[in-house]
Nanobody, 117 residues
Framework: VQLVQSGGGLVQPGGSLKLSCVAS????????MGWYRQAPGEQRELVAV???????VYADSVKGRFTISRDTRKETLYLQMNSLKPEDTAVYYC????????????WGQGTQVTVSS
C-alpha cells in the first residue's frame, strides 16, 4: 500500500494551500484517514482525521481554518488549509489505517508547508 502526497509549498501568512493524498488501495479497505504534521524539533501531531463513516476530528489549533475531506471514488484524501499562520509550518503526512490482507497503518512521504512573509 502506498500513499502519495502532493501539494504544499511556501505561502504567506493568511494564505491557503491544499494537500492531496492518493492511496494505492481501494477505499473499501481503508478505515480512518488523517493528516499529521511535524515541525522541526517537535513530535508529530494530529491535524485532522476522517473515519470511513465520515466523522471528523480536528486539532484545536486548526479548527475553523482547515478542512479535511475524502473522495472514496478516487481513493484520495484532501486537506484544505486557509488562514495559514507561521506556526502551521511543518512537514505534513497523510495516514491511513487499512484492514484485510494488507492490514496496517501506512504513511505518505511527507510534504513541506512553509508559512512565511
Amino acid at each position: 500500500v502506498q500513499l502519495v502526497q502532493s501539494g504544499g509549498g511556501l505561502v504567506q501568512p493568511g494564505g491557503s494551500l491544499k494537500l492531496s493524498c492518493v492511496a494505492s488501495i481501494s477505499s473499501f479497505r481503508i478505515n480512518d484517514m488523517g493528516w499529521y504534521r511535524q515541525a522541526p524539533g517537535e513530535q508529530r501531531e494530529l491535524v485532522a482525521v476522517i473515519s470511513s463513516n465520515g466523522s471528523i476530528v480536528y486539532a484545536d489549533s486548526v479548527k475553523g481554518r482547515f478542512t479535511i475531506s475524502r473522495d472514496t471514488r478516487k481513493e484520495t484524501l484532501y486537506l484544505q488549509m486557509n488562514s495559514l499562520k507561521p506556526e502551521d509550518t511543518a512537514v505534513y503526512y497523510c495516514n491511513a489505517g487499512v484492514w484485510g490482507p494488507a492490514s496496517g497503518v501506512y504513511w505518505g512521504q511527507g510534504t513541506q508547508v512553509t508559512v512565511s512573509s
